[in-house]
């Protein structure tokens, strides 16, 4: 590869893909000099005055900015001028390839319109290749890939390139590019991390008024804390910074950081950690968290008053109490193989990344009892900025609370940043819909639409329908219903020779839409029908449904309605505050015992029961109301904190 400082020839085919399409996707194998080809490729548009940006995906080593982030930056002066970056906290591209994902799509859609050059990290095998380079396509708008690979080799990801669709150019690297080596490479990424902290300063934050997020260790492993990278974001999600801990005391953290220009909201902890031998590599998973990794975007448990956070598994959704049993009801239900989210009541989400809020589509609140909608403003909060509309379902009287809410506000300065919300009430089989929008003094009527047997929501792969129950003013609890599962069959695709990529995805969409006819594209280039690959690669069973129900009174009405709402349900997530003795204060305050709790589990027939929102007053003596719902319903488990 050339030289820095060098030029590429006026045909170089890199400057050619430029002239075609505004961004490229620059791939090859570490050492390959995808970054020293990136750089001659800027100075050479600099010398034509026009203008180039690089987004460096590569964590471990970066291009530009600090190790541990993905970075966005400007050509200019003979050198990259950094100008935004996503914190990671990891060195490990392959690993935690979702938020690297998410990173780059945050800064593609910052970068200027132009030439961008994607430099990707260097993981070009295995299926952690195959899932990464699609997907960095997809999230930086690609419009053609620069594969570097030596004459005569095979690209690895080649059939995952063809089946992109893009303009794709192979070029051999210059002979005399050399992985630099695992000792060389640690040894420049931590001199890039002490120059990236080399004005920082001591900063000490109170842990428990920040969102964690990533695979921070336990608290009660403080040893383990020290000299971990850390990110900070702000309320939208965006980075304000990358820092070091110097030490975790109490719930006090110490950290060294360049100057923020914002006041931090959340954290983002993993694995980067600098060695006794102070240079930064990745940590060894702490013994207390083996085999127990927390995804991005579902927070990592935490020693609390709130108790056990018992989560379900239903294949395409992953459930978990946010906020534990004893704490404010939330329910966040992750779409899996999507950056989408739903959730089941609006508690306290402290425990929330807040850009998960960008990612929430759909919110179901039960009624507005402050535990139950005090989240609002926190979603309120997140979505300022250019967001597509947030939908809101719920009982009668819904909007008007939200409005409350929202116009408690001063909007002054949103202008068309504004956040936007559709807000649908139950009103028997009717939908009445309003949309809210920030710094307007009224909801905007929209068209009514038919809930016939509850319906609320209804898209290609779920439903979710509610019934009313009563708690001295309606409640709603909730089912999700999924479409048919469709899963692939490794073996026949192996046997096919076929390398997963996007048409499988392209494929399971057809099938659940009953598209048998639709053509699909192999990564051979042949195309098949739907229904053919569909005999011959996947398997289909029924979707599991999940129920939420809180805050209703025992009374034989709603026994019957949520009996039926929730029967033969894969798991039910059903309050149950007080014991049998206390059933007088249940009565008086509209709530359920765990007794009733677990009759109604068994009335339905469900697979899986998980009562929640026990009252503090049983904070030591969780068991006891267990006990008590095991005595009715004798299903697979009853909510202990398991996966379901």
């Excluded at 089989?429 to 909801?443: H, K, N």
Aim: aromatic share 4%; net charge positive; charged share 25%.
């Amino acid at each position: 590869m050339p030289a820095p400082s060098e030029h590429l020839p006026a045909d170089h085919p890199l400057l050619a893909l430029l002239q075609r399409h505004d961004r490229v996707l620059v791939v090859g194998a570490p050492g390959s000099g995808k970054s020293t080809l990136v750089r001659a490729a800027a100075a050479s548009l600099a010398h034509r005055n026009q203008a180039c940006h690089c987004l460096s995906a590569d964590p471990g080593l970066p291009a530009i900015g600090p190790p541990g982030a993905a970075c966005l930056g400007r050509w200019q002066a003979g050198d990259w001028r950094l100008e935004a970056l996503a914190a990671l906290a990891t060195l490990d591209a392959a690993r935690f390839r979702l938020p690297l994902v998410q990173a780059v799509r945050r800064l593609a859609e910052q970068a200027p319109v132009g030439a961008l050059l994607l430099d990707a990290p260097g993981v070009v095998r295995g299926a952690a290749g195959a899932e990464l380079l699609p997907a960095l396509a997809e999230a930086a708008s690609i419009g053609a890939l620069l594969l570097l690979a030596a004459e005569g080799t095979p690209f690895p990801l080649q059939e995952e390139c063809h089946a992109l669709g893009l303009e794709a150019v192979t070029l051999a690297p210059e002979p005399h590019v050399r992985h630099p080596g695992k000792r060389r490479r640690r040894q420049r990424r931590s001199d890039d991390w002490d120059a990236w902290l080399a004005s920082a300063r001591e900063t000490v934050l109170a842990l428990p008024a920040l969102a964690l997020t990533g695979n921070a260790p336990p608290r009660s492993a403080p040893e383990a804390w020290a000299g971990r990278q850390v990110g900070l974001l702000d309320t939208r999600g965006d980075t304000l910074g990358l820092g070091e801990i110097l030490a975790l005391e109490g719930d006090r953290l110490r950290i060294r950081t360049p100057r923020l220009v914002g006041r931090p909201h959340a954290l983002v902890v993993r694995d980067a950690r600098r060695g006794r031998d102070g240079q930064l590599g990745t940590a060894r998973p702490h013994a207390s968290t083996l085999g127990t990794p927390a995804p991005d975007d579902i927070p990592a448990p935490l020693k609390s008053r709130d108790g056990p956070r018992p989560r379900a598994d239903l294949g395409t959704v992953t459930a978990i109490l946010v906020n534990g049993v004893y704490g404010d009801p939330l329910l966040h239900l992750r779409l899996r193989h999507q950056s989408r989210s739903l959730l089941f009541d609006l508690g306290d989400p402290g425990r929330l990344p807040a850009r998960l809020a960008h990612q929430v589509s759909d919110v179901f609140i039960s009624h507005a009892h402050f535990d139950h909608i005090g989240g609002f403003l926190w979603l309120l909060r997140s979505r300022i900025g250019e967001y597509p509309p947030c939908r809101l379902y719920g009982p009668p009287g819904l909007a008007e609370h939200l409005q409350g809410l929202v116009g408690g506000i001063l909007w002054d300065r949103v202008g068309e940043k504004a956040p936007r919300f559709e807000v649908g009430e139950l009103h028997g089989e009717r939908l009445l819909r309003w949309e809210i929008v920030a710094g307007e003094a009224r909801p905007r009527p929209l068209p009514e639409r038919p809930a016939l047997g509850g319906l609320l929501h209804e898209e290609l792969g779920f439903r979710v329908r509610a019934t009313i129950l009563d708690h001295g003013t309606p409640v709603l609890a909730f089912a999700l219903e999924p479409d048919r599962q469709v899963a692939v069959r490794q073996e026949r695709l192996e046997d096919h020779g076929w390398p997963p990529g996007p048409w499988l995805g392209t494929l399971k969409q057809h099938v659940l839409a009953g598209e048998g006819e639709a053509r699909v594209r192999l990564p051979d280039g042949t195309t098949r029908t739907a229904a053919r690959l569909a005999a011959l690669l996947l398997m289909t069973r029924p979707g599991e449904r999940l129920v939420y129900a809180t805050d209703l009174g025992d009374t034989a009405a709603n026994r019957r309605r949520l009996v039926a709402l929730a029967r033969g349900a894969r798991v039910l997530f059903c309050e149950a505050p007080f014991l049998e003795a206390e059933e007088e204060q249940a009565r008086r305050t509209g709530h359920l015992t765990a007794r009733a709790c677990g009759e109604i589990a068994a009335a339905a027939g469900v697979a899986r029961l998980v009562p929640f929102h026990f009252s503090r007053r049983h904070i030591t003596d969780a068991r006891r109301l267990h006990d008590e719902a095991r005595l009715a319903f004798t299903g697979e488990a009853v909510g202990d904190g398991n996966s379901g």
